[in-house]
């Protein structure tokens, strides 16, 4: 694992991130953004059991999770996370079609960090993903 300096933190340089998502084309769009972030390496599931399983075996730095997953939904997962010592730090970030003030206002209550509403600007995803990531500390 590489480290770098800023601002007098040892900070990490590689990022690990978990890509929750059932639909093959946005995961093909997941993809085609991590390859062009050097420092991501980014790990996928398609149900919230297999996001829950992935995050307790390899503890990712950041999680993306889509809400609306066959069986246990993007909730329940995150529910499921933050009930667990070892998972409950990681930050989620839900991403989800369901772009109502009261759906972003509900996914802020359940404890994701930034709710990005579907479709989304690559930009402005990176900017978040970014804004998330940078401040972390080994």
Same mark, same amino acid.
């Given at each position: +694992?590489?480290?770098?300096?800023?601002? #007098?933190? !040892? +900070? !990490?340089?590689? *990022?690990?991130?978990?890509?929750?998502?059932?639909? #093959?084309?946005?995961?093909?769009?997941?993809?085609?953004?991590? !390859?062009?972030?050097?420092?991501?390496?980014?790990?996928?599931?398609?149900? @919230?059991?297999?996001?829950?399983?992935?995050?307790?075996?390899?503890?990712?730095?950041?999680?993306?999770?889509?809400?609306?997953?066959?069986?246990?939904? #993007? *909730?329940?997962?995150?529910?499921?996370?933050?009930?667990?010592? !070892?998972?409950?730090?990681?930050?989620?970030?839900?991403?989800?079609?369901?772009?109502?003030?009261?759906?972003?206002? =509900? @996914?802020?209550?359940? #404890?994701?960090?930034? *709710?990005?509403?579907?479709?989304? *600007?690559? =930009?402005?995803?990176?900017?978040?993903?970014?804004?998330?990531?940078?401040?972390?500390?080994?």
């Amino acid at each position: +694992m590489a480290f770098f300096m800023v601002g #007098g933190l !040892k +900070m !990490k340089s590689n *990022y690990d991130i978990l890509c929750v998502e059932d639909d #093959g084309i946005n995961m093909s769009l997941m993809r085609h953004i991590f !390859k062009k972030i050097p420092n991501a390496t980014m790990w996928e599931a398609c149900t @919230g059991e297999e996001a829950v399983e992935i995050a307790t075996a390899r503890c990712p730095d950041l999680i993306i999770m889509d809400i609306q997953l066959p069986g246990m939904s #993007g *909730y329940d997962a995150l529910a499921c996370l933050q009930a667990n010592e !070892k998972t409950k730090a990681i930050p989620v970030v839900a991403v989800s079609s369901y772009a109502m003030a009261s759906d972003i206002a =509900k @996914g802020r209550q359940a #404890g994701f960090i930034e *709710y990005i509403t579907k479709p989304f *600007y690559i =930009k402005n995803f990176i900017q978040v993903i970014d804004s998330i990531l940078r401040p972390l500390p080994f």
